[in-house]
């Protein structure tokens, strides 16, 4: 079911009209700028050009966050459906034709940003757009259950009890508090500090891995494989603790690192023949010699 369908659902009651608008959150904030923060130390001197001269001050961490804030303007309601993909229960794996008509889905929307983010006939605010699009459904499709099922919103009409007293639903416990758990395991830990610790701990064999299949389809069909386990492994009292999130932790930190480590890879691809908008400044003419400056034998 398309999610497109939702119009018919709105006399229902708001209570749903809120948890549609949920599903089309992204992970947390934090989620998002781990990956930013992992993706801005993997960039080539090109591509950091380019995220300049389209990003200006803004890091990707903070990029990554602007698709988000945007939901309330109505200006962008084309853009909801672009922060998910959903493949039916019984699939395992995602059909674009089916799936993703018309590329209005997280994976279309990565492989269209990313062209329009470095398309030189574009208005720079367009590309500028893009780019930061392309950042957060990134970022967005690695969360597992942004790769689920229309039928529960994504899982944001499971709900579940945490760490005995947290109310949430099975896509925020993925979205947020799994992550916030982990932040917070450290006394004075933020999302910095849990980036540089998944970075320093990034097993090689694996990075080359993520790094070689930059096709947003198989990022979506690795979530929804995750996506099917969680459904498979979440109690029946829909109550989950520290042994739940221990078991699940690595899951949460390879996708984040994954994530973070193929925003930067599909930057650099995306960007590697930019030319600097701004041509340095031409070098007044000098008289070579005066330039030479090395000791003088004694
Ligand atoms: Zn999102």
Redesign the pocket.
């Known amino acids: 079911m398309r999610r497109r369908t939702i119009s018919s659902w709105i006399p229902l009651a708001g209570l749903i009209a809120i948890t549609v608008g949920s599903h ?4 947390g904030q934090e989620g998002h700028q781990i990956i930013g923060v992992i993706a801005m130390t993997r960039l080539t001197p090109q591509t950091r050009v380019a995220i300049i001269e389209l990003l200006g001050n803004d890091d990707l961490a903070t990029a990554g966050l602007w ?2 804030q945007i939901r309330g303007d109505s200006k962008y309601d084309w853009a909801k459906p672009l ?2 993909v959903n493949a039916p229960r019984n699939e395992n794996t995602i059909v674009l034709e089916r799936d993703c008509a018309k590329g209005e889905c997280a994976v279309g929307a990565i492989t269209r940003f990313l062209a329009e983010a470095s398309d030189s006939t574009k208005s720079i605010e367009e590309r500028r757009d893009a780019l930061k699009f392309a950042i ?2 990134i ?2 499709l690695h969360q597992p259950l ?1 790769a689920g099922y229309a039928d529960d919103l994504g899982g944001n009409r499971i709900p579940v009890i945490a760490f005995g007293d947290i109310k949430t639903n099975l896509h925020a416990l993925w979205d947020t508090v799994l992550i916030r758990h982990k932040i917070h395991s450290k006394p004075g830990g933020d999302w910095r500090t849990l980036a540089n610790a998944l970075e320093s701990e990034m097993p090689p064999k694996e990075v080359a891995q993520w790094e070689s299949n930059l096709d947003p389809l198989v990022w979506g069909n690795e979530s929804l494989a995750v996506t099917r386990l969680i459904y498979n492994d979440l109690p029946a009292d829909a109550k989950v603790g520290e042994a739940y999130y221990q078991s699940n932790l690595p899951t949460i930190s390879r996708r984040l690192a994954a994530g973070g480590v193929r925003l930067a890879a599909a930057l650099n691809k995306t960007f590697a023949n930019h030319q600097p908008a701004v041509k340095p400044a031409v070098k007044p003419a000098v008289n070579k010699e005066n330039l030479d400056v090395s000791p003088v034998s004694p």
């Open positions: 089309a959150s992204a992970w698709a988000d922060h998910y957060h459904f970022g967005d942004h």
